[in-house]
């Protein structure tokens, strides 16, 4: 393979936070900097680019992955979810959001993006999580300010919202 074949630009296209978008990317372009850099969607944060601390985690087709891991042509048809996409349509913070915030569950904010993205996904598939469970959850995030309990607190409070809604909607 020549340099001029390896380094061609492929176009995707996606749906990101729910809209249609596209870029170009060359094939070894990493999905985090295709975020960053041609889609401007900076709240996807690199950190070790290894996949071990988190701060790139992003849902894609509805699932939690390290953007860092995966390369930009691997989303091409996809829809890929970033933490600005959690906010509602009018701008309003979504509800694990406003949980961090009362419970004050970042404080520099790098690591908060990819964490509030993981805590969206595990939210979806477990309705009644126990601390321990929410612990072991988080144990794939690196936070070096919180101590992760305000953070645990706030996944709890809305597991715990989330529940009773889903109570009254049922009864």
Request: hydrophobic share 40%.
């Amino acid at each position: 393979m020549t340099a001029l074949t390896r380094d061609r630009l492929h176009p995707v296209q996606l749906t990101l936070d729910g809209r249609p978008r596209s870029g170009q990317a060359s094939p070894r372009l990493l999905l985090s900097d295709f975020l960053r850099q041609e889609l401007g969607a900076t709240g996807t944060h690199v950190g070790c680019e290894h996949g071990v601390c988190g701060a790139c985690t992003v849902r894609i087709d509805g699932v939690a992955a390290r953007a860092c891991l995966m390369l930009a042509v691997q989303v091409d048809g996809r829809r890929v979810d970033t933490v600005e996409g959690l906010a509602g349509p009018d701008g309003l913070l979504g509800d694990l959001q406003a949980a961090f915030r009362r419970h004050h569950a970042l404080q520099c904010g790098f690591c908060t993006a990819g964490i509030l993205m993981s805590c969206a996904d595990w939210l979806g598939r477990v309705r009644e999580p126990s601390e321990d469970q929410v612990r072991e959850m988080l144990s794939g995030h690196l936070c070096r300010c919180t101590g992760y309990t305000p953070i645990v607190a706030a996944v709890m409070e809305v597991a715990r919202e989330r529940a009773a809604k889903a109570g009254a909607t049922d009864a």
